[in-house]
Structure formats: C-alpha cells, structure tokens
C-alpha cells in the first residue's frame, strides 16, 4: 500500500492543477499566447515549484507535501536539541518570577513547574506520532479534523501567535545584542533621536543588528536546522548552570535561597498551585497544536516519543536557573532581577566582569536565535505555506514572519503600551488547547490511527466535508472549549470587569478544562454522528525507513514504555 502512496497522490495532484488550469490562463499560458505580459512573468517568477519545474496549486507545494525520505532524519538527540533551544532562553528565565513573586515558595514552583511540563509532553509526544507517521504538516493534518475551509481558521489562528511571539522574542534578542555592546565598551552610548517613542535609538540599532544576524538562518531548510540546534544543545546549558552555580555561591549558598517560605497560605495557596500547574500545562499550547511540523522530519516513530521525558528533564534543570537567578539577584545587588541580561549587566564595570558578560550575552544571542526558528518563524511559515501554497515556501514564509513579526508588530511598542494585547496573547492557549485536542482525538479515537494520505491533498476526496468544506462536528467542541473562559479572559484583559469567583477560577485553569472539555465533546459527537464518509478502512502512509517499521508498529494494547526506553538509548 506504502508503494502505490506516489503515484496515488500525483493522479490526485495531477487532477487538482488540471481543475485549477482551466481557471487560470495567467499561471500556465499556453504557448500560442504571443509574449507574455509584465504580470505574467512576474507570476510565473514568485511561483513555486517543485523540483521537475511543475507549478504548486491551491492545496499544496513541495514543502507541504509528506517529507522524502532523505529528510526524513531527525533522531531523539534532535529532538532533545529541539526541546533545549527552546527552552534555554533568556525569555525563560523570567517564568520563575512570576510565581515566586505571587508568594509562591522556591520548592512548591519547582515541583508544580515540573507536573505541568510532564502533562504537556505527554500531549506533544502523543500528538507528535501522527507527524512521524505519514510525515505531513500540522496544516495537512488539520483538514482531516475540520475540513479544508475549517482548517484555514484554524491555521490563521495559530499563525497570529507566531507572528507575535516571533517580535516579543526578536527584542529579547535585541537585548543580548545590547548587552554584548556594553561587554566590550561599557559607556556606550547615542542620542535619542527617535520622538515619542517606546525605545531609544541605540537600542533600535541593536534590534536592527539583531534581525540582520536571524537572516542567514532563515535561509536553512527545515530539516537541516536540527543540526543548529545541536550546536545551541552545547553552549545553552554550559553557560546557564555556570551563571546558577556562580550566583548561587555568591548569595550564600543553596540553603539560603530555597528555605524561602510560601508568602500565601490556606484557599490562595490552593488555588495558586493550580494555576501554576495549568500554567506551565499550557506553556507550549501551540507546539501542542502544531508539533508535527517537525516530527514530520523524524526517522523512526519512538525518536518522538523521546518528548516524554525530554521536556520535563529540560525544564527540570531549567527551572532553578530562574529560581536561583531571581532570588539571588536581591540578595547580592539589592534588586529582583529576572533576567539574565541585567544580571550581565552588572558586571561590566569590571575587565574580568565584562568577559565573563560577553560570554552570557553570546550564549543567550545563540539562545535567541535558535527559539524564534524552532518555536515561531518556522511554524508561523508552516501556516503561510498552507494559506498561500502558490507563492509561499518554507523558506519565503519566514523572511515574511520577519517583515510581519518582527517589524510590522512593532514589538518595542507592544511591550511598552500594549498592555491589553499583552494580556490577551497571554490568555491565547484557551483557544489552542481545543484545537490540539480535537485533532488528537479525531486520530486516535475516531479514525483509530488510519488517515488515507493522498485524500488530505484532493479538496473532493473524504474529507470535503460538503460544500462548506467544514466538519460541523468540530465546531461544537471548539466552541464549548473556549467561550465559557471568554469572561475570565476578560477581567485580565480589563481590569475594572468584575466577575464572581468561580468564573476567575474557571479561568485559572482554562487549559484543563478547554481541552478535556473539547476532546470529551468531540469524541461523544463523532460517537453518535460518526463521519463515516471520511474514515479509512487501513491507513495509507508515505514512504518511511523500512528498518524502523518493527520497532514502532503498534500492535493491540503495547505500551508507550517501550518507545520512551528505545528512544533514551538511541
């Protein structure tokens, strides 16, 4: 079945472009049309196409097609990689802060931290087996769930976070930039002469150098990236636990920083727990949803489930960075510092200090980098290949996210005065959490494993949906899984709202209840209304590495142990 997979899908494809050529004169013009027009040339420039020349169409390109085998070559080391670029940044290290400062103890962060990073693997490993599996895209993927229209909702919604994020990020970046100035000349320093605004003029140059740096990297394919994220592996880890272990000493040792006491107690401490644990639950909501734009890349299934323990373990060591650095920071300078960068910042009065702030500064550059490619720019390109299969490549998408994200947001100035976007993206999970939970149970539950991959690319095969392209019985479940939070997310956003308590609690837990919620309704929906026209008597796959096909095929009711313990020794 594997074999017939090609040539099934170029009949598919095949027809596709053949429909949407009787529509279209401008992108294939026949040969008898005289000479082309500016526009006609111009198309036919930013047109992608595959490697034999053919034009991509309305459903897909090259990039959005199931991974070949040549890139399919991400082992568990790379996704360990993955996991520790995406953790070890200076924008990690405030997380802590938040929580220890609601009065929150060191150890009680620390453990409800490491419970909700355990749930949430558990809910990216589990999802990242259908990327590993048929090796297709999150935005592929979707249409299986919602439907070809429906998904594009879906896909836009994840694109916003990206594109967002990719700015927040950008001036982190913008800062380690800064800090590295500072290292080598200390008194550095330039006019303002940029009026009312949110930043100064010399900190726009460092967010300029910044964005000049991320281009090169923008240019490497996406399978290739892991090999960055090796290097990011090494220097990550070294440089923070060195800056832990140095601020630790200086403060007076381990036992004076985490004998700090809880500062809340009875029904407040209960209820902050929870949010703690729902919090770091929901940190990566949007990995949740589109963690298969890399596991599509992995050469055998277990190299995913690798996640199970991966994220914990980063977080697990993590976690006292921030802890550590914070707390430590008011002992030896007098102020709460949760960041790295001014902690650096406090050495450059020194020659030894200013190396040794040059080398923090370097690392969490590195750090920076690799956290916008692996969380925001190469997902948020993902989602523009999907929107705009024609034009827009992996590639194209990210110098976009870049134009968009890092420019166009006006990062500075959201971070200055946009307090209630702010306070929105930070209650975005509550719309992700339904999403990644129908789609897992729509593959697991409802599909039971066997989705027909050339049907995700064909807009009249099983999963058309009707005209409307739309699963209907996804929108119940990603309604129920939101709009109740709504008005919680409301009081954030807008602090005069007043709403009784049990709405703020349901809130406080929003990710718990959006994404049981959905996948319950969904799963009670399909159950009663099962759409029988999209589901698939066997599964048909892409070509994969055949030597891996024992070792992750599933038989009856084996368990996820085995692939956890297989991929730690790989």
């Not at 111009?42 to 897909?60: P, Q």
């Not at 320093?189 to 930043?199: G, N, V």
């Not at 010399?202 to 300029?208: Q, V």
């Not at 636990?241 to 009875?266: C, D, E, F, R």
Request: neutral net charge; glycine residues 8%; contains cysteine.
């Amino acid at each position: 079945m594997t074999d017939s997979l090609s040539d099934e899908k170029k009949a598919v494809l095949a027809t596709t472009n053949s429909q949407e050529l009787e529509d279209s004169s401008i992108t294939q013009p026949s040969s008898h049309d005289g000479k082309l027009s500016v526009w006609q040339r111009f198309n036919k420039l930013i047109t992608v196409t595959d490697a034999e020349g053919a034009s991509s169409h309305r459903w897909s390109n090259p990039d959005m097609e199931p991974v070949p085998l040549e890139d399919q070559s991400w082992k568990p080391y790379h996704f360990l990689a993955y996991w520790i670029s995406d953790s070890y940044s200076a924008s990690s290290w405030r997380i802590a802060g938040s929580f220890i400062d609601l009065g929150m103890s060191p150890g009680l962060f620390y453990g409800c931290n490491i419970i909700g990073y355990v749930l949430n693997a558990c809910v990216i490993a589990l999802h990242g087996l259908i990327g590993s599996k048929y090796h297709i895209p999150f935005s592929v993927q979707s249409r299986a769930s919602f439907g070809f229209y429906f998904s594009y909702v879906i896909i836009i919604m994840r694109f916003i976070v990206g594109c967002y994020y990719y700015g927040i990020n950008a001036y982190t970046g913008a800062e380690c930039i800064q800090t590295l100035i500072l290292s080598m000349s200390p008194n550095w320093s330039m006019k303002d002469t940029i009026p009312s605004s949110a930043t100064t003029t010399s900190m726009m140059i460092c967010y300029f150098i910044y964005n000049l740096i991320c281009i090169p990297f923008h240019y490497i394919k996406a399978p290739q990236i892991r090999k960055f994220l090796v290097f990011k592996m090494i220097t990550g880890p070294i440089v923070g636990i060195v800056l832990m272990i140095y601020l630790n000493q200086k403060a007076g040792g381990t036992t004076k920083i985490w004998s700090q006491p809880n500062k809340v107690h009875g029904t407040s401490l209960r209820w902050l727990i929870v949010q703690c644990i729902a919090t770091n639950f929901a940190s990566y909501a949007t990995m949740a949803v589109n963690v298969n734009d890399f596991t599509r890349y992995s050469k055998s299934k277990y190299a995913v489930v690798s996640q199970v323990y991966a994220i914990p373990v980063n977080q697990g060591i993590l976690t006292p960075m921030g802890i550590v650095g914070g707390i430590a920071s008011e002992i030896i300078y007098g102020e709460v510092l949760w960041d790295p960068l001014l902690i650096a910042q406090k050495w450059i009065h020194t020659p030894g200090g200013r190396v040794a702030a040059w080398f923090v500064a370097f690392s969490y550059l590195i750090a920076q980098i690799g956290i916008n490619i692996s969380a925001n720019s190469i997902s948020a390109a993902n989602d523009l290949t999907a929107l705009f299969p024609k034009y827009v490549n992996i590639r194209r998408g990210q110098y976009i996210v870049l134009a968009l994200g890092g420019w166009a947001l006006c990062p500075w100035e959201v971070l200055a005065n946009a307090t209630t976007l702010t306070a929105f993206m930070g209650g975005y999970s509550i719309f992700l959490g339904p999403i990644a939970a129908i789609m897992i149970c729509d593959y697991f539950f409802v599909h039971k494993q066997r989705y027909d991959t050339p049907a995700l690319y064909d807009p009249q095969g099983k999963y058309k949906f009707g005209r409307l392209g739309t699963n209907w019985r996804a929108i119940l479940p990603l309604l129920v899984g939101f709009v109740p939070l709504l008005p919680g997310l409301a009081t954030y956003i807008n602090t005069k709202i007043t709403m009784p308590d049990g709405v703020l609690h349901l809130y406080l837990i929003g990710y718990f209840y959006s994404f049981s919620s959905a996948f319950f309704v969904y799963y009670v929906t399909c159950y009663f209304f099962p759409p029988t026209e999209a589901l698939s008597a066997e599964a048909i796959i892409p070509p994969h590495h055949e030597e891996d096909e024992p070792d992750y095929k599933v038989e009856g009711k084996a368990k996820l142990a085995k692939y956890i313990l297989k991929s730690a020794v790989v």
